[in-house]
């Protein structure tokens, strides 16, 4: 069993930056294929990012393409999701979701509003 528990959401005025955490309370993620997905309100919700397990190739949503940055810290079980250049679209609530064969876990989500 896996938990997650997302961090690092909060207020930015546009053009600024923030990082997103998915840390694991439990378990090990180096294998697991790690995405993050928002969900803004009234709308679906949406994959931004993922990591693949194991040789750790990095995909990106073209809304996000060269302005976020995924990476893994294997010694501190973590993914980050570097955002810069945030644009009030990106306002959602940003979830950490992983995946392994043929199960999977979402975390509880962080608030990221983007906002002057």
């Known amino acids: 069993q896996v938990q997650l528990v997302e961090s690092g959401g909060g207020l930015v005025q546009p053009a600024g930056s923030l990082r997103l955490s998915c840390a694991a309370s439990?378990?090990?993620?180096?294998?697991?294929?790690i995405g993050w997905f928002r969900q803004a309100p009234g709308k679906e919700r949406e994959g931004v990012s993922c990591i693949s397990g194991g040789d750790d190739r990095a995909y990106y949503a073209d809304s996000v393409k060269g302005r976020f940055t995924i990476s893994r810290d294997k010694a501190k079980n973590m993914v980050y999701l570097q955002m810069n250049s945030l644009k009030p679209e990106d306002t959602a609530v940003y979830y950490c979701?992983?995946?392994?064969?043929?199960?999977?876990?979402w975390g509880q989500g962080t608030q990221v509003t983007v906002s002057t």
């Open positions: 979701h992983a995946a392994i064969l043929w199960s999977h876990y």
């Open positions: 439990e378990g090990t993620l180096d294998y697991y294929g």
